[in-house]
């Protein structure tokens, strides 16, 4: 059985596809761009393709239902990059995969303890010998509140990761789960807004998560509260956010991920102009860390997504149980 590797990246996805088309006994057909009208006829005679956080529109999805592909998998937890309607209109199967959850928890604390350590200056200022102490003054995170939104497997790891240091955590789901509530209290999402000293979002990009940040809530958080967003950019706002960081009622925000991302992420830009403005305003802002949605990125991580989209192709085209699919 053959799968269509689009965005194929030898540097780091190479020995795992090598190593887990050995052991599931998959051809791989090695596509390193992204999926387009032109490149998809490439994926003629594979069973699947698997794909990661690029545009799949119902064009190229049209265009390998033609050619007889029956699954899509995202080597990424986030799907809303896909067409999903005309995926399932045509009768094709697409599923998403879960891996490490730790890289995005570590990474989601290490931005928490940088925010709230002014990192982004004190690194920038040693670059040009300045060692002086005014302005540079960090924050404890024993001594916060920090709302957690969104308790599933990341969000719980991120808990868990909080425990170990000393500060309240409140969190908001509308699915409870036992294990959270050994280190967290679970609030209504207006009370975690009102309370949190830091809200980080564990939430994937759905209708009721779409600009969870935005004037309104930010009306009600507390003066110079930080936000931390590893999730999707489309639960902030970022009009609303920019205008808060400039009239100083947000303190400071970790962003790894950001409105309108897609298509800029995961290219070298360095002899271009980037042409999103938002991106451009924050990234001057001496209190707003930004880095390209690479939270996820461990060699734990990266091994796990290769074996689970080649996994889930398996085992939909075998017609077993696939704990993978989304539709
Ligand atoms: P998950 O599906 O395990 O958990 C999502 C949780 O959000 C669920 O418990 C769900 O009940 C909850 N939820 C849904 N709507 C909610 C709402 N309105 N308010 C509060 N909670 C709500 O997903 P996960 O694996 O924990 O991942 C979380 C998100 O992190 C993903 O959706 C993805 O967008 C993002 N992510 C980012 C990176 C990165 O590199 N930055 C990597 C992986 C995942």
């Known amino acids: 059985m053959k799968i269509a590797v689009y965005n194929y990246r030898e ?27 032109q490149n998809a ?18 064009d190229i999805i049209q265009t390998w239902s033609h050619l007889g592909i029956k699954h899509i998998s995202t080597r990424t937890i986030g799907y809303d990059h896909i067409d999903l309607e005309s995926a399932k209109d045509l009768g094709m199967t697409v599923s998403n995969v879960t891996y490490s959850t730790a890289s995005v928890a570590n990474y989601t604390v290490m931005l928490i303890l940088m925010a709230l350590r002014k990192m982004k200056m004190v690194m920038r200022r040693a670059v040009g010998f300045d060692y002086s102490l005014e ?18 497997a990341i969000g719980q790891k991120v808990i868990q990761n909080l425990s170990g240091f000393g500060c309240k955590i409140i969190a908001t789901d509308p699915f ?49 509260v930080i936000l931390v967003n590893t999730a999707r950019g489309s639960v902030i706002n970022t009009t609303d956010l920019i205008k808060n960081l400039e009239n100083g009622k947000i303190g400071a925000c970790a962003l790894d991920v950001i409105e309108n991302e897609l298509g800029l992420y995961y ?10 403005h938002e991106l451009s305003i924050l990234r001057d802002m001496p209190n707003v860390l930004l880095t390209p949605h690479l939270a996820f990125y461990t060699e734990q991580a990266v091994s796990d997504m290769v074996e689970n989209s080649i996994a889930s192709i398996v085992a939909s085209f075998n017609g077993e149980e696939n704990k993978f699919k989304i539709c």
């Open 11 to 37: 540097f780091d996805e190479g020995a795992y596809f090598e190593k887990f088309s050995k052991i599931y006994n998959v051809e791989i057909v090695r596509i390193d761009d992204a999926p387009d009208l």
């Open 41 to 58: 006829n490439l994926a003629k005679g594979c069973f699947g393709v698997s794909v990661i956080t690029t545009a799949i529109t119902k």
């Open 135 to 152: 302005n540079s003054i960090g924050m404890e995170l024993e001594n916060k509140t920090v709302g957690v939104v969104g308790t599933g």
């Open 176 to 224: 409870i789960k036992k294990e959270v509530t050994k280190y967290a209290q679970y609030v209504s999402l207006e009370k975690l807004i009102k309370e949190s000293d830091i809200i980080t979002f564990h939430v994937p990009a759905l209708e009721d998560t779409y600009h969870i940040v935005r004037q309104e809530t930010i009306d009600q958080m507390k003066d110079g």
């Open 267 to 276: 290219q070298d830009y360095k002899y271009q102009v980037i042409g999103n």
